[in-house]
């Protein structure tokens, strides 16, 4: 069964701190990766998508992949108060299957 | 552009009744999904829909049933309630289905089964 795991957290980071999110996923196949942040009692919302190997950068995310060790991450450089969230991971490994979704690590942002 | 648009927001039911959900989205997207989210859990995909006509089921699509006669519509119907349907339940539409699978998500229906 695919698989897509992150730590369920809470992670603590002080406001202006770098807060690094990790995921790992067990398909070797998977093609594409998605972060969305989720307010608590809200719903998701797409953040950053990556399809390669390396970083990419938008504001203050910056969203890493390393295929070879199926691992992608998510770090908030700056972390604000309103960072504060649960952070989910979700891959898309090709073909007819769908997309699968980490459980989510959860992020306070101390100010 | 409203995006994806879900009623109702809450609801309650008791065991044995029979709801439905709706799911509207106006980005003329061909793929909708549902999903369910318990506590501390992930999403968990129930239907998905790749057109009108055309409907799929997914990890946990017992007790659901769904139908897409419109690009706009994915309703999900609940037959026979059951305290395990108690969730937060979401839709989620997407332009594409493989590589560039984006996904919006609708604000999702709480609902309880007593």
């Given at each position: ?8 957290g809470p992670l603590s980071v002080p406001e202006g701190a770098i807060a690094s999110l ?38 203050r995310f ?12 998510l770090l908030i450089r700056d972390s604000q108060p309103s960072d504060s969230a649960?952070y ?17 690590t959860k992020l306070q942002v101390i100010p | ?114």
């Amino acid at each position: 069964q695919k698989e897509v795991e992150q730590n369920s957290g809470p992670l603590s980071v002080p406001e202006g701190a770098i807060a690094s999110l990790n995921c790992t996923y067990s398909d070797r196949v998977s093609q594409s990766f998605f972060w969305y942040r989720q307010y608590s009692g809200k719903s998701p919302e797409l953040i950053m998508s990556i399809y390669s190997n390396g970083d990419k950068e938008d504001g203050r995310f910056t969203a890493q992949l390393n295929k070879a060790s199926q691992y992608v991450s998510l770090l908030i450089r700056d972390s604000q108060p309103s960072d504060s969230a649960t952070y989910l991971c979700a891959v898309y490994s090709g073909g007819y299957q769908k997309v699968t979704f980490g459980t989510g690590t959860k992020l306070q942002v101390i100010p | 552009n409203a995006g994806v648009t879900q009623t109702p927001k809450f609801r309650i039911l008791k065991i044995g009744q029979s709801m439905t959900l709706q799911c509207t989205q106006d980005m003329n997207h061909n793929y909708m999904y549902w999903y369910r989210q318990d506590p501390g859990m992930g999403l968990k995909l129930i239907y998905y829909s790749v057109g009108a006509g055309i409907t799929d089921k997914g990890e946990v699509p017992n007790g659901y049933n769904v139908s897409r006669s419109t690009t706009e519509d994915f309703p999900l119907r609940l037959e026979l309630a059951a305290p395990s349907q108690t969730s937060v339940y979401f839709c989620a539409s997407s332009y594409e289905r493989g590589l560039y699978n984006e996904q919006f998500f609708g604000p999702g229906t709480r609902l309880t089964v007593l």
